[in-house]
């Protein structure tokens, strides 16, 4: 007993003088209360006026003072429709929302980006991922982005096909596209009025996107450059992320157990679960195959498993099975746990979301969009969702094409991405043959090159407000983190980066790393190994040294 009140008074002692020592470490780190960094990343003068805004783009301009819940102005910007084809009357149209740049090295080009689904409205990745105003999941409010492409150049969001989005379409015309060249015709169509009405004929363009993009994009880029018209259709590049470009039996099922596996103590499955679930791959071929496909250089074309074969259906009953352990499961972002995060848009989280920013008629007067039931995916009218895409998949045609004519093609993938996963996207452009060859000469992953994304001064900043805990919190905005995350190798014009931390959606998971490869993609820098300060950014700081925690000491700011 004695003993046992000794202990009580040793543990209580011990756990004051713990505490104590925390309030300390704590003081240690009180300073003035800073204010959170949330500039972008350059500092480059706003135009006194703007070269964009003439009679024809009047109607398109958007007031960035005017999109209710944004306390902030998001800038100079034009959105609307234009007609896919030269009838100005036509009820076929896409939806764009377009946001000139003031870098002075994006005067001659302009920039693509997006969404896939198919069906996906690309103001998800506008509003999520790389615009100058974000509402993410999990985030009470828009904020301003410091990774904002536009900081790098001239950005336009657009929703495609018809029907996609704000997207207006005449009755039945949707379920009539059933494959990848009429969705690059209309497209097409489009561009030539979009380049014309914003007078930028003879421009570089660029094209940008994720997922279900990474078929559209190498088919519109490859229709692009069949025209032999430097005027409208100038691809000099194309950036897709954890793209969807080959067969989803080697994209997904095939190396769903080896990432299971790799991940292992993150799902949390038992012992008699992961022991049978390796068995059925073995049984299936999925390890064999991926010793061949993952073999470098490939010593021929190689034939995909059949993943309809009995018990080859693995990846469906590893997300099963992981739902009984994690009901919040999330196959974009393999790491996400409970709760589901309330999101705006209800997408890509799962929780619940009140859907009525677009949905809100102030928000579609202010961006000029016709009053729409909008939703951020499921356009069920398109025909290549109703009865499946009568197009190769675009690593079979297109894509090697398009890095054959540009020798710029980037292809990114999220490590903690679970729908397409990155040995099978991999293993897709190692089946693939380039500019003579098949496939990598080297493993891109295994002792590949280092991928490094320059540091930001927002990081002293999080430092602090962690280390300090003040209480209320100052909120620390969008920030994002830096140094080596990922791996990346370059082949006869094609580039493969993986990235740590992302999901299927890099830029809203690792914005620093998607500003990184738009940077590499527009030739501002040589490659994705440079260690160097982003090429936007101003002040007395270094993008290769982590900032210091000591944020009332340091003399920089991003612009």
């Given amino acids: 007993m004695h003993v046992a009140a000794l202990l009580t008074a040793l543990l209580g002692a011990s756990t004051a003088a713990a505490a104590n020592d925390l309030h300390r470490r704590a003081a240690k780190y009180q300073r003035r209360h800073a204010e959170p960094i949330s500039r972008p990343l350059s500092g480059f003068t706003k135009r006194q006026s703007s070269e964009y805004l003439t009679n024809a783009t009047a109607p398109f301009s958007v007031d960035g003072t005017a999109l209710p819940e944004v306390n902030f102005d998001i800038g100079e910007s034009y959105a609307g429709t234009l007609s896919i084809d030269n009838n100005t009357q036509s009820e076929n149209r896409l939806f764009f929302w377009f946001f000139p740049s003031d870098n002075p090295a994006a005067s001659n080009e302009i920039t693509i980006w997006l969404n896939g689904g198919p069906g996906c409205s690309s103001l998800d990745g506008l509003f999520q991922e790389n615009s100058p105003f974000q509402w993410q999941s999990g985030t009470y409010a828009p904020q301003p982005n410091p990774f904002s492409f536009t900081n790098l150049t001239n950005m336009v969001w657009v929703d495609q096909p018809i029907g ?25 169509g489009f561009w030539e009025n979009f380049m014309t009405t914003f007078g930028l004929v003879g421009r570089d363009v660029y094209l940008t996107g994720e997922s279900y993009a990474g078929q559209y994009i190498p088919y519109i880029a490859d229709y692009f450059l069949n025209q032999s018209d430097s005027d409208y259709y100038n691809v000099k590049g194309i950036q897709i992320n954890d793209p969807s470009i080959g067969l989803s039996s080697v994209l997904t099922d095939t190396p769903a157990v080896t990432h299971l596996n790799n991940y292992a103590p993150v799902f949390s499955l038992n012992e008699t679960f992961m022991t049978n679930i390796n068995q059925r791959a073995e049984q299936c071929g999925y390890f064999t195959f991926m010793e061949e496909a993952l073999t470098f250089p490939p010593s021929g074309k190689f034939t995909a498993p059949n993943a309809s074969a009995p018990g080859c259906d693995v990846w469906d009953d590893i997300v099963t099975a992981e739902i009984y352990v994690n009901p919040c499961f999330n196959v974009y972002h393999l790491t996400d746990f409970c709760p589901f995060l309330w999101d705006e848009l209800g997408f890509p989280s799962l929780a619940t979301g009140p859907n009525n920013y677009f949905n809100d008629s102030t928000v579609q007067a202010v961006i000029h969009a016709p009053p729409t039931n909008y939703t951020i995916c499921g356009d069920d009218e398109l025909g290549i969702n109703q009865n499946g895409d009568g197009s190769n998949p675009s690593s079979f045609d297109p ?25 099978g996207t991999l293993m897709t452009l190692n089946n693939m043959t380039w500019n003579g060859q098949q496939g990598f000469s080297s493993s891109p992953l295994v002792g590949g090159d280092n991928f490094f994304v ?54 809203q998971y690792v914005p620093g790393a998607a500003y990184r490869q738009l940077e590499f993609l527009l030739g501002r820098i040589d490659n994705l190994t440079v260690q160097g300060d982003f090429t936007t950014q101003t002040g007395n700081y270094s993008g290769t040294t982590p900032p210091s925690p000591d944020y009332t000491s340091a003399s920089s700011t991003p612009s």
Avoid: C, M
Avoid at 171 to 177: C, D, F, M, R
Avoid at 399 to 423: C, F, K, M
Avoid at 464 to 474: G, L, R, V
């Fill in 164 to 188: 996609t989005g704000f997207s207006p379409h005449a009755p039945g015309a949707p379920g009539k596209i059933s494959n990848e060249v009429q969705v690059a015709a209309d497209f097409a």
């Fill in 399 to 423: 894509l090697p094409r398009v890095v054959e004519a540009t020798n710029n093609v980037i292809v990114g993938s999220g490590l903690l991405d679970y729908l397409l996963l990155t040995n």
């Fill in 454 to 507: 320059p540091y930001n001064p927002t990081l002293g900043f999080v430092i602090e407000e962690t280390e300090n805990q003040p209480i209320p919190a100052t909120p620390v905005g969008l920030v994002a983190g830096g140094g080596l995350l990922g791996k990346t190798h370059t082949e006869r014009g094609l580039t493969f980066v993986s990235v740590n931390l992302a999901g299927h959606e890099i830029p």
